[in-house]
């Protein structure tokens, strides 16, 4: 088999070494003066019609904010406005309505768990308020807050019920907070 004539369609790429000797050559002396000044003159129209398409721009951005401003809308505005439709962009994908829906299966999920501990924890104490342990408890407290009663100068020393005792307790501390207020007894106390 022959090897493949070295030229210019090589099957090998061009390496590093290659790009080098291809950037060394000079086009300058392969086109003609006339080619030169062709390209020069285009090379100039060029550069002219970039400068003026710069500056169309920046007119063209300058009319837009006097429009917006024209029209109340601010870049806070705008930057709203993205956001919501970005949002809403988000919202209306398939993996976000996927995880909302799984989501939202949990939250109940977990809302009827919760409401049964807090039903199971109700019937629980409930069980525990009618358990022996609790009513010696209850009578316990009776005992003693009857004999305090009794020591502070009560006039009930029978008892009652747990409920009674309480509320004769609440009821005795209200009425100490009101006798411990003091009403003005002329206009000059009132008037300091």
Known sequence: MEAPAQGLLEAQPLHEADEDTVTDIDFT???SE???EELKIELAKLEDEISTLRQVLAAKEKHLVEIKQKLGVS???ELKQNFSKSWHDVQTTSAYKKTHETLSHAGQKATAAISNV???ISKK???MRNSPT???FEEKVETTVTSLKTKVGGTNPSGGSFEEVLSSTAHASAQSSISDTR???SEEELQC
């Open 29 to 31: 002396t392969i086109i």
């Open 34 to 36: 006339e080619e030169k």
């Open 75 to 77: 870049l806070m505005n």
């Open 118 to 120: 807090g039903t199971v």
């Open 125 to 127: 104490f409930g069980d």
């Open 134 to 136: 609790f009513k010696s």
């Open 183 to 185: 009403l003005p007894e």
